[in-house]
């Protein structure tokens, strides 16, 4: 499939999304905009492991980054735009300096960094109270929408335009010569340097873009839920990421949107099946089973992830 057919089937899919939103019931609409800023992170996080081969297990502090920034920013009186503008630079910056001691280390030690992220930055929440509000975290203060739409249809559009920027630049990116860039050094470093290409330059390049979108789906995340706090950023979001990934289909866009679907609805089935129950402990970490479960099942069924299974190889194709 060409570059422009996978654009017009990405504004394709997304046109359809918001025309669910019009006749959804406000639950579900809001379940749509949730799998939206999902799909930024998993876009970004797919360009990084998928088509890099950086592992990283601290995407959620960047999600929460991007969530406090914007938060800080609406209530200092910033306009949503100014606001969402914010948290990408900052994370963008966040990134970058990550990107660079990153491009130094492999295998376990690039997880154990993005591990020890994951970790700081809501500890780092949690501690300047001041600021941060603790454990309690911060509200967010936002305009109401025109009269003419619901809360739940206004958020579902906001999470799915950022998303549609986020998959056609990407789109555009791993398209040309920097996808063939970051698909060279993940295969061989000796080879893509032999060849010219700056593997340093081009693994820093490849978190920088990931934690950009991370940022923008956690500033999402701040908007949907109109309040940020340390709780809504554990570690285990940071493992579900890369899950999700997996089981939809490393290195594909495709498989982004597959695994920011199963983001929300494994987490979904999971309070279905414990309602009527007292199981909180087993509600905790059923989502965690589920996706374990779901993982085992799709790697030995399709090893490539769900958007390699046969009915959708030829579209999803990278």
């Keep these: 499939m060409s570059g422009k057919m996978k654009i017009a089937t990405i504004v394709a899919g997304v046109a359809v999304v918001v025309v669910l939103t019009l006749v959804f019931p406000p639950f579900r609409t809001y379940q749509l905009a949730t799998v939206g800023a999902y799909l930024c992170?998993?876009?970004?996080?797919?360009?990084?492991?998928?088509?890099?081969g950086q592992l990283s297990l601290g995407h959620g502090a960047l999600m929460a980054t991007g969530a406090y920034t914007l938060a800080l920013s609406v209530n200092a009186g910033w306009p949503l735009t100014v606001a969402f503008a914010a948290a990408l630079v900052v994370t963008t910056v966040i990134g970058g300096v990550i990107g660079l001691a990153a491009a130094r280390l492999r295998g376990p030690y690039l997880a154990g960094l993005t591990l020890a992220v994951a970790v700081v930055v809501p500890a780092v929440a949690s501690t300047f109270d001041g600021t941060f509000n603790s454990d309690q975290g911060l509200s967010v203060a936002l305009e109401p929408p025109p009269e003419t739409v619901t809360v739940e249809q206004w958020q579902a559009w906001l999470a799915w335009g950022a998303a549609l920027v986020v998959l056609v630049l990407l789109q555009l990116l791993v398209g040309g010569r920097f996808g063939r860039e970051l698909k060279a050094v993940r295969d061989d470093e000796t080879a893509a340097r032999l060849a010219g290409v700056s593997v340093a330059r081009t693994q820093v390049l490849a978190f920088v873009v990931s934690a950009a979108c991370a940022g923008l789906g956690g500033a999402l995340f701040a908007v949907l839920a109109q309040s940020v706090s340390p709780g809504a950023f554990p570690l285990s979001l940071s493992l579900f990421l890369v899950m999700a990934i997996v089981i939809g289909?490393?290195?594909?866009?495709?498989?982004?949107?597959?695994?920011?679907?199963?983001?929300?609805?494994?987490?979904?089935?999971?309070?279905?099946?414990?309602?009527?129950?007292?199981?909180?402990?087993?509600?905790?970490?059923l989502p965690l089973a589920l996706f374990g479960v779901t993982l085992i099942v799709v790697m030995l069924a399709a090893p490539g992830g769900i958007a390699n299974l046969r009915p959708f190889r030829k579209r999803s194709k990278a």
């Design 249 to 285: 289909g490393l290195g594909s866009l495709a498989g982004a949107a597959w695994g920011a679907v199963l983001l929300v609805a494994l987490p979904a089935l999971a309070h279905t099946a414990t309602e009527g129950i007292d199981a909180q402990r087993l509600e905790g970490n």
């Design 41 to 52: 992170v998993t876009a970004g996080l797919t360009v990084l492991t998928g088509l890099n």
